[in-house]
């Protein structure tokens, strides 16, 4: 399964872009589905995750209020739409995908925002936001 990220840009501070991540396979879902960053010198770091079966969000902090996770089913993608973006959005977005069923463990603390809960990563696409 490979997942397609695309929607990155150069943007002013204070605009809007939507992301969107594509699955190859159209038999593939995943039982949640998400997006992480990576800025310059820094390590990957979560930014929300939908559960697909009920739609359920998950945000980091520092993207609530201004970011909004969603999915369509039908075209088996996930968006990402964020708003209000700052410099500090800046970073390479990567989507993701956990094909293991979930479990008291997911949900538990912050154990959905752990890499190694998900199991097909994308291969980026670049936001960058100039102030």
Known sequence: VQLQASGGGLLQAGGSLRLSCAASEHTFIGYSRGWFRQAPGKEREFVSSITWSDASTRYADSVKGRFTISRDVAKNTVYLEMNSLKPEDTAIYY???????????????TNYAKEEEYDYWGQGTLVTVSS
């Open 95 to 109: 989507c993701t995908a956990r094909a293991r069923p979930l479990g008291i463990t997911y949900f538990s603390g």
